[in-house]
């Protein structure tokens, strides 16, 4: 009978696991993000959110518990410091999994592992980036390219906005990253709102750059096949396009499924709506700003 058999293994001796976890709690708590494989992520998440209560607690038995625990004594300054201003008003979850790529040659997948609210947090520059997308499609929608290029979006107010509303309300964010957006500032503090506005704003005129890249790199393309074509007879591979975006990547303004971007024109066409309550937002590419 499996009584009392709990937890992975990892094909270790129980001397070398503990070790190992402890290795691993020490790298998050010095670096704040480190990269490994899911099931050791797992275990080092489970084990670091234990240490980090220790280090809230701040007794003097706490302090020897985690200090008999990590390998490195200068992280335990760090902890009974830094992270427990950072999560003294978090009642748990310290830790974050994020799935990534499977590890070349066993395939093992790999997660990364990192402290939630940390200076490099993975999931707040992902929703910063999803704001500026969701902010620069919807003004898209009302506007023409040209003119969203020229004055801009504003992400700080927007966002002060979408804070106060729920899921269920209408505004310039899809619900989902609304929700991932309350869910980031939640216990951060007010200078999270101006933080996550300038790297919105940041990554808005990334994207509001790409086209004018596109455009110039196309219009260079173009010049240089039609010098080649002037010196050779039948060419026809050089006229094509060197700067297409790729398969089913969307731009700015696209709402279009990530299928139907995949199949391009050989899709079904779509059956028109029965009713029109909002324009649709127009595409922002090298293509829609060379028409204007």
Do not use: C
């Not at 003097?60 to 335990?76: D, G, T």
């Not at 590890?103 to 520059?125: Q, S, W, Y």
């Not at 990554?203 to 240089?224: C, F, G, N, R, Y």
Request: charged share 25%; net charge positive.
């Amino acid at each position: 009978m499996k009584h009392g058999v709990a937890f992975r293994k990892f094909s270790r001796t129980s001397s070398h696991r503990n070790l190992m976890l402890r290795n691993l709690v020490t790298a998050l708590f010095e670096h704040e993000q480190i990269r490994t494989t899911l099931p050791k992520a797992k275990d080092t998440a489970r084990l670091a959110e234990k240490i980090i209560s220790l280090g809230k607690r701040g007794s003097e038995s706490a302090y020897n518990r985690a200090q008999a625990f990590v390998l490195k004594p200068a992280v335990l300054p760090k902890l009974f410091e830094t992270f427990a201003q950072r999560y003294a008003k978090r009642p748990g979850g310290y830790t974050r999994i994020h799935r990534i790529d499977n590890r070349t040659g066993d395939n093992a997948p790999m997660a990364l592992l990192e402290l939630v609210d940390n200076p490099r947090d993975f999931k707040f520059e992902m929703t910063a980036r999803a704001v500026g997308r969701d902010l620069l499609t919807e003004q898209l929608r009302w506007n023409s390219p040209r003119t969203v290029l020229n004055s801009g979006v504003d992400a700080t107010q927007s966002i002060a906005k979408e804070v106060m509303l729920s899921a269920r309300e209408k505004g310039e964010l899809r619900p989902s990253t609304r929700i991932n957006l309350q869910k980031v500032v939640k216990y951060r503090g007010s200078s999270a709102l101006k933080e996550i506005g300038k790297r919105a704003s940041a990554w808005v005129e990334t994207l509001l750059a790409i086209p004018l890249q596109q455009k110039k790199m196309q219009i260079a393309a173009d010049a240089s096949a039609a010098a080649k074509y002037k010196a050779q007879t039948s060419n026809y591979v050089e006229k094509f396009p060197k700067t297409t975006i790729r398969a089913g990547a969307a731009v700015p303004g696209d709402v279009r499924s990530a299928m139907r971007l995949a199949k391009g024109a050989i899709a079904r066409p779509r059956r028109p709506p029965r009713s029109i309550s909002l324009p649709s937002p127009a595409r922002y590419d090298s293509q829609t700003l060379h028409r204007q």
